[in-house]
């Protein structure tokens, strides 16, 4: 390992007890994760989130509480040679919903060649870890499901 991927997700409810989850294909893989991105050098994790925010989805936040940081070790998934820290926090949109949503899952403009992004709302009963292309996030859905649903 030479060195560390700082990764900051944000856990959005909604008042019909759902959860925001993000679709993406990168590079030619389809991804499902919860809406977030890298930290950048000078940057806190929440000043993270709120940019993050703002670039994939138009939406202005208010950071909440802190929900989890990564506890074990893990290797990123795109770089090897890479150790990956995710800082997951809840928060909340401030003013409408800027963003659009679907209720399909990998949601995109089959016009548009390259990556994309689409954002669905889903129940936290049907919330399933298997459904998330990264374990950290799998391990977080266990964690919610047992907040939120016990």
Request: net charge negative; with cysteine; glycine share 6%.
């Amino acid at each position: 390992m030479s060195k560390f991927n700082v990764r900051v997700y944000g856990l959005m409810f909604n008042d019909e007890n759902q959860i925001l989850v993000s679709d993406e294909v990168i590079r030619g893989q389809h991804f499902t994760k919860f809406p977030g991105g890298g930290l950048e050098f000078h940057e806190s994790p929440i000043d993270c989130l709120v940019r993050e925010c703002m670039e994939e989805m138009n939406q202005p936040i208010e950071v909440q509480d802190h929900f989890y940081t990564t506890e074990q070790m893990v290797r990123s998934a795109f770089r090897p040679n890479e150790q990956v820290i995710s800082i997951y926090h809840i928060i909340k949109p401030i003013g409408d919903i800027n963003f659009k949503t679907s209720g399909l899952k990998f949601d995109f403009d089959p016009t548009i060649v390259g990556d994309q992004e689409s954002f669905r709302w889903t129940s936290l009963a049907e919330l399933n870890p298997d459904d998330f292309s990264f374990l950290i996030d799998a391990h977080v859905v266990e964690l919610i499901k047992k907040k939120y649903l016990s």
